[in-house]
């Protein structure tokens, strides 16, 4: 375990569906990140928080909308998804957002857009 | 926008046989990370280098440090099944003004290993 938890681990929706993925880290880490990744772009990055704030929006689609409500919580809320969107979603804690220090990985998130 | 390359892409290698990938970038890198990736897993990190030239060692893996800090590799020594996997490496690069940095990860090296 790296201290970084993610739900739900698999995750099926319709295109009109809304959901939202969560992550909990419990390493007291002022950073957070999603990333997507796909067999076409391997890591992806999509957004970093730190301290709360976002700090890196990666030109990502609106139909995704992060949210931290404190520095140990991220979520990810879904709605109107393409196919195209179908990937693993990886959350990622770090000491800080400034690449200094390691980013701890979750198990992700299997998203399936039908 | 700023990247970092590595390569190769896919390396199949013997059971035995060493394995290297290389990373490299175009700009100063304040230091290098490598992350490994399990199939089925998610990214863990292994080392991080930040002195030119520096050069450190885990086990049967070797991980360099470019003398420019421009390029970095990690070298397998008689690969094990247990090696398979995805190797990451990750820079970290200044963007946007004076004093910003960020992680930039390379698109990584699957490497399988035939018993």
């Known amino acids: 375990e790296t201290g970084v938890t993610q739900t739900p681990r698999h995750l099926v929706m319709g295109m009109t569906n809304k959901k939202s993925l969560k992550c909990e880290q419990h390493?007291?880490?002022?950073?957070m990140y999603w990333y997507k990744q796909s067999a076409k772009k391997p890591l992806e990055l999509m957004f970093v928080y730190n301290f709360k704030e976002q700090t890196e929006n990666n030109s990502v689609p609106s139909r995704f909308s992060p949210e931290c409500p404190n520095s140990s919580h991220l979520f990810l809320h879904l709605h109107t998804l393409q196919p195209e969107d179908s990937a693993l979603y990886l959350c990622a804690s770090s000491q800080a957002e400034d690449g200094a220090y390691e980013q701890y990985f979750g198990p992700g998130t299997r998203l399936t857009v039908t | 926008g700023q990247q970092v390359m590595q390569i190769p892409q896919y390396q199949h290698v013997q059971e035995g046989e060493d394995f290297t990938t290389y990373c490299n970038s175009s700009t100063t890198l304040s230091n290098i990370q490598w992350y490994k990736q399990r199939p089925g897993g998610h990214p863990v990190f292994l080392i991080q280098?930040?002195?030119?030239?520096e050069v450190k060692k885990q086990k049967r893996l070797t991980f360099q440090f470019g003398e420019a800090k421009k390029n970095s590799s990690l070298h397998i020594t008689a690969t094990q099944t247990t090696d398979v996997g995805t190797y990451f490496c990750?820079?970290?690069?200044?963007?946007?003004?004076?004093?910003?940095?960020?992680?930039?990860f390379g698109k990584g090296t699957k490497l399988s290993v035939i018993p």
């Open positions: 390493l007291g880490h002022n950073a």
């Open positions: 280098l930040v002195k030119s030239g």
């Open positions: 990750a820079g970290r690069v200044a963007y946007s003004g004076a004093g910003s940095y960020q992680l930039t």
